[in-house]
């Protein structure tokens, strides 16, 4: 089941690697600092948002919450937003971005906090756009 999921993802890179359809970084996340450690379609100092999307919307709603091949987390959603008490993807990702930290997509890159800096009202929208990617 694993190798099916993986090789899905796979193509499903290529598929975005071929097309025209890379989606470029919005005007809030340049002026918020987001673009320094991601893009949306390649994965930088952060993962990828598109990664992100797939994960939180796909693949991490039935198997391991991210690419194993790419990156190292094994969690399912579910069990990331129960160690964290949380609902919602939406809900997480919120404190998450706010806060920063590491262990999620990589044990030694840390996101550092992106609050005060960024409102939380713009982080809302962020993580809207992030999550909105691959519904
Ligand atoms: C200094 C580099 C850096 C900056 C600036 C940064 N990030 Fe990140 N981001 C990371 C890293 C590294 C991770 C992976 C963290 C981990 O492994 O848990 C990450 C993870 C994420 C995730 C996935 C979190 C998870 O637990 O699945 C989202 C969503 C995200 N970033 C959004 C943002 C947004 C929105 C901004 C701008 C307000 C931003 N990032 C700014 C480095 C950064």
Redesign the pocket.
Same mark, same amino acid.
């Given at each position: 089941m694993k190798s099916i999921i993986v090789s899905m993802i796979a193509a499903a890179g290529l598929m975005v690697a071929g097309s025209a359809m890379a989606t470029d970084m919005p005007d809030l *996340?340049k002026k918020?600092?987001?673009t +320094?450690?991601?893009t949306v379609e390649k994965k930088l =100092?952060?993962?990828a948002?598109r990664d &992100?999307s797939k *994960?939180y919307n796909k693949v991490g709603a039935t198997g391991t919450a991210v690419d194993p091949a790419a990156y190292k987390v094994t969690q399912k959603v579910a069990d990331i937003l129960k160690e964290h008490g949380k609902a919602t993807p939406q809900a997480w990702?919120e404190e998450? =971005?706010a806060k920063g930290?590491?262990?999620?997509?990589?044990d030694t890159? +840390?996101?550092?906090p992106?609050a005060p800096k &960024?409102s939380a009202a713009d982080?809302k929208t962020? &993580?809207e756009f =992030?999550l909105g990617l691959e519904k």
């Open positions: *996340a918020s600092g987001c +320094a450690c991601h =100092v952060g993962p948002w &992100v *994960a990702l998450k =971005v930290g590491k262990g999620d997509w990589f890159t +840390a996101m550092t992106n &960024v982080i962020l &993580v =992030v």
